[in-house]
């Protein structure tokens, strides 16, 4: 039962937003009663960082698992692009800045996980690139980690962005090709050229 009212609370944060979204609104969700849920956690700010953490987590399973698919490395950051694009497409909002705004404890918790994590992703990403001569080996790649980091999460600042439908996916392609621009090769530019004829616009 706890994993499914995580599940379901996640789900409702995302699309209706961390401060809208009640305890009554995850209990009627699930026809369950509010003290089934309070049984599990003892407050609303409790059940947003475990569901938050869940969810947190089960993208980078996800993420793990198209990087074991044998993709180039370019065509591997879009397939993981593609994996939230679902996801975010129909907010009018970024959930990570409402995170920020009314539980910035949870906030600065995932941020600093997701750093880690993201760090060793692309760490191994453009190391691959490298490899199949898509990025060019000259990089500081340290560095080139922590530009496209700040970038990505550049997209969810709603004082740099006015957001509607799909306006996450469409920044998100934006960041991902002014990233692989930066470190292409030629050989690497003709493939994120096809990858772009794939997804924008989709």
Do not use: W
């Amino acid at each position: 039962m706890k994993l499914t009212i995580l599940q379901k609370a996640g789900e409702l944060f995302l699309k209706y937003g961390f401060k809208s979204v009640t305890m009554d609104d995850v209990a009627n969700s699930l026809a369950i009663s509010k003290k089934t849920i309070y049984k599990y956690f003892k407050n609303k700010e409790e059940l947003v960082d475990e569901a938050i953490t869940f969810l947190h987590q089960s993208m980078h399973d996800a993420v793990n698992k198209i990087c074991t698919k044998g993709f180039n490395a370019i065509q591997e950051n879009f397939e993981i692009k593609n994996m939230f694009k679902d996801m975010f497409k129909n907010l009018d909002d970024s959930p990570m800045y409402q995170l920020e705004k009314y539980y910035p404890k949870t906030f600065r918790k995932i941020m600093d996980h997701e750093f880690s994590m993201f760090k060793d992703c692309i760490s191994k990403n453009i190391e691959r690139g490298i490899e199949e001569g898509l990025y060019r080996a000259d990089i500081d790649k340290d560095l080139i980690t922590k530009f496209y980091f700040t970038m990505a999460m550049s997209v969810h600042n709603s004082n740099l962005h006015t957001y509607n439908k799909n306006t996450l996916n469409k920044l998100e392609i934006s960041v991902l090709e002014y990233h692989t621009r930066a470190i292409a090769t030629p050989k690497g530019l003709e493939v994120l050229e096809e990858q772009l004829k794939k997804n924008t616009h989709n």
